[in-house]
């Protein structure tokens, strides 16, 4: 890895060193995930299969997989990969349920009541991808909130393998979640099919999951396009930023920027020290730890982009993450809780030495389905809520009219809409002519946590 | 209105009565929004200006609004006027205030403990329009919220008036909700500033607010752009849907759809009733009141595109409101709190004769942008959370590694990522050779609030 003294170097060169890989949906990606949607739009379940041989080479078949094959699939698996299902989504079960949004109401005014009131979108369709190797920890991170969000219909996604079968750890992880509905397809087709809906696969309110160029293009598209479905965010390569301090455990914080890289030759990472010794012992075991890296190809492609930056002190280290809004943090620190205040924006941050980010990724608790990109300046990552709306309920006495009635009459004068005026006065008009009153409840604001448990 | 009862209609009239208009978006706003993009990337405050001489025939001056300026135009106005901003912005307040998001943390495993940790958006971009009218109660919806979740920066853009000037009333607002950098500037090129910064105006992180259609296109383009600021939610045009029962007051529920009528003329309005009497009275009252209303020309050009649809029942009616997934639902039924469990997504919902939507629009409290075109159906409106990150942290002790790193060692093996893998087996090997243990806090959740409070 490329070492580099912060003070040392211009603002192109700073630029460069932050400048994220650009996402590779270049106009030869565009229009053809645009034909792709197109192909399913009008093909349905047939142009699913013809994509299937094509990019998958996988043998033309059914797109549905049976409840029985999802149900039965966790058996296939080896005892402790099973048990590890469980327990990581135990894990990811306690934390999401934890900070679930809840309903709540407020009296505003006498006699106005206002509430929000938390519903599970109807139709979730998850993707999870299967480029290199399947995850089926995405199925858990994305199946354990939807569950808890109380979602009546998840569809999930995920591409076959060359046998045309969908990838049994992939089924387990889908089956502890209570999916029973899953589809094996692929990249931007499978985007398609659960955005616009075929004879097999339901139409979504909403898509949720990582993928490469295509199927974020995809998702991009579907999404931006007039009544359109939701996504949870853009997904782009995978990223982390390491801050150590002269403590650091060079061993551990090579490890971590390995874990990283390895992901694809587009990911990004960075080391920032103000600790000399510290980028050399790290650039040292970089070096060695490559060496016996099954997917060393990808991950010295990954690190051919990515520096080691020395730091004048720790602030101006927190300043570059600040700015660089990783995915995720590792703050490889003595006192990190000290730092904690300091991290204005990032996905996930992992505080000391015990605490690898490959833990978030799996089974910590935590989402591993984050923003990328920078988008960690304007968004967190996938929780309950993401499967959620928040619908706002007014409950107005014609006292609680009374009593803002008057504010809305102004307003909406100062702004010319006299209907919306008018939807007022012909109400409080007929108020006080009938003298109605009615009681009201207490001021109080009151919370109820509302979804699915299991 | 035309009138037409749902039993009696072929799917193709349904789906005809519940298309919403399209928004205008055709292929001559997107290459110009392209263009005026471009322009303010390349000419700053410059091509602002110029945009504002050829769009608003605004005179060529600086963009920025003087805090003076800010500070002293509630003075200007009314008191009565001045007095309802204060109210509308108390009560807005306290409903939002009710709902933030709270951090909180929860021991997932023994020795590992998860939190969310709330932070604000660094620098949120308001924009408030001026189309036909000034928008200050958007001033305010969009402001109370930035200033409750605690963003350092608020940055605020409206249209010039043809003096130049920035709306007294929309000042007002902003100085209600703390906000001191505010900007003369609409449409296309005001996105532009906010996403790219000039020399005046910050880059924002986040953008928000409604639009016309090339406020709307100039959003999507910048947010999906590589590295682009977040948006709120696109925003298209407004819409009301009524349910009314047999006991309903006519005079009311026409008052409603039209001053959801008058927005624009691609503002959509609906009535659902299972009672003929009802839907022939409103009919006749629509008229009527049409005749007296100032906007009537709109209005009624919105009303060409509505309907009054008489269903079998009040359930076949809610499954229609589901399907269509309004912006705002009002029920206009006896027992309107019976009915709400039924209300699977919408935006805002009115609870009965007395909550007109106009109270929602100004001063009851919930907030005013909300989920257009459909998109209820996978999103609610903007609330403070929508001005904040949530990050996830994890505090890991070598026992909390012992704990969960086998489950991780077990998913990242099955995924084929033995990088991943190594950055936790390195730790636990180091873990157990020095017998590291360190006591773990309680297992209980606990959470705070964050965010400023005013």
């Known amino acids: 890895m490329r070492t580099v003294t912060w003070s040392e170097v211009d603002e192109t060169t700073r630029a460069e060193l932050l400048s994220r890989g650009t996402a590779a949906a270049g106009p030869q990606v565009t229009s053809g995930v645009a034909d792709i949607l197109e192909g399913v739009r009008e093909g349905g379940d047939a142009a699913l299969q013809a994509y299937a041989e094509r990019f998958d080479r996988a043998p033309a078949q059914s797109v549905v997989v049976g409840q029985e094959e999802i149900a039965r699939a966790a058996a296939e698996l080896p005892e402790a990969l099973r048990t590890a299902i469980t327990d990581a989504a135990?894990?990811?079960?306690?934390?999401?349920?934890?900070?679930?949004?809840?309903?709540?109401?407020?009296?505003?005014?006498?006699?106005?009541?206002?509430?929000?009131?938390?519903?599970?979108?109807?139709?979730?369709?998850?993707?999870?991808?299967?480029?290199?190797?399947?995850?089926?920890?995405?199925?858990?991170?994305?199946?354990?909130?939807?569950?808890?969000?109380?979602?009546?219909?998840?569809?999930?996604?995920?591409?076959?393998?060359?046998d045309g079968r969908a990838d049994p750890t992939v089924l387990a992880a889908a089956a502890e979640c209570g999916i029973t509905r899953v589809f094996v397809t692929g990249g931007?087709?499978?985007?398609?099919?659960?955005?616009?809906?075929?004879?097999?696969?339901?139409?979504?309110?909403?898509?949720?999951?990582?993928?490469?160029?295509?199927?974020?293009?995809?998702?991009?598209?579907?999404?931006?396009?007039?009544?359109?479905?939701?996504?949870?965010?853009?997904?782009?390569?995978?990223?982390?930023?390491?801050?150590?301090?002269?403590?650091?455990?060079?061993?551990?914080?090579?490890?971590?920027?390995?874990?990283?890289?390895?992901?694809?030759?587009d990911s990004q990472v960075l080391l920032l020290t103000d600790d000399d010794a510290v980028a050399q012992a790290v650039a040292e075991q970089v070096e060695e730890q490559l060496a016996v890296l099954p997917r060393a190809d990808i991950a010295a492609k990954s690190l051919g982009s990515s520096a080691i930056v020395v730091t004048q002190d720790l602030d101006e280290a927190f300043a570059i993450s600040n700015d660089y809004a990783p995915e995720h943090l590792i703050l490889a620190l003595r006192e990190p809780e000290d730092w904690l205040p300091k991290v204005e924006r990032a996905?996930?941050?992992?505080?000391?030495?015990?605490?690898?980010?490959?833990?978030?990724?799996?089974?910590?608790?935590?989402?591993?389905?984050?923003?990328?990109?920078?988008?960690?300046?304007?968004?967190?990552?996938?929780?309950?809520?993401?499967?959620?709306?928040?619908?706002?309920?007014?409950?107005?006495?014609?006292?609680?009219?009374?009593?803002?009635?008057?504010?809305?009459?102004?307003?909406?004068?100062?702004?010319?809409?006299?209907?919306?005026?008018?939807?007022?006065?012909?109400?409080?008009?007929?108020?006080?002519?009938?003298?109605?009153?009615?009681?009201?409840?207490?001021?109080?604001?009151?919370?109820?946590?509302?979804?699915?448990?299991?």
Chains 1, 2 share one sequence.
């Open 90 to 162: 135990t894990n990811i079960r306690t934390f999401h349920r934890a900070g679930m949004t809840v309903s709540y109401e407020v009296e505003t005014a006498p006699g106005v009541i206002c509430a929000r009131v938390v519903r599970p979108i109807r139709r979730v369709g998850l993707y999870v991808p299967a480029g290199s190797a399947p995850l089926p920890s995405t199925a858990l991170m994305l199946g354990v909130p939807a569950q808890l969000a109380g979602c009546p219909e998840v569809v999930l996604c995920t591409p076959p393998g060359e």
């Open 188 to 265: 931007a087709q499978a985007i398609a099919a659960m955005a616009y809906g075929t004879e097999s696969v339901p139409r979504c309110d909403k898509i949720f999951g990582p993928g490469n160029a295509w199927v974020t293009e995809a998702k991009r598209q579907v999404s931006t396009a007039e009544g359109g479905p939701g996504i949870d965010m853009p997904a782009g390569p995978s990223e982390v930023l390491v801050i150590a301090d002269a403590g650091a455990d060079a061993e551990f914080v090579a490890a971590d920027l390995l874990s990283q890289a390895e992901h694809g030759p």
């Open 347 to 454: 996905g996930s941050v992992f505080l000391g030495d015990w605490a690898p980010e490959t833990l978030g990724d799996y089974c910590s608790g935590t989402n591993h389905v984050l923003p990328t990109a920078g988008a960690a300046r304007w968004t967190g990552g996938v929780n309950v809520a993401s499967f959620q709306i928040a619908m706002t309920v007014q409950r107005v006495s014609p006292e609680g009219l009374a009593a803002v009635g008057p504010t809305a009459v102004e307003l909406s004068g100062a702004e010319g809409l006299i209907g919306h005026q008018a939807a007022v006065t012909r109400r409080l008009a007929r108020a006080s002519t009938t003298g109605a009153t009615t009681a009201t409840t207490s001021g109080a604001t009151t919370a109820t946590t509302t979804g699915a448990t299991s």
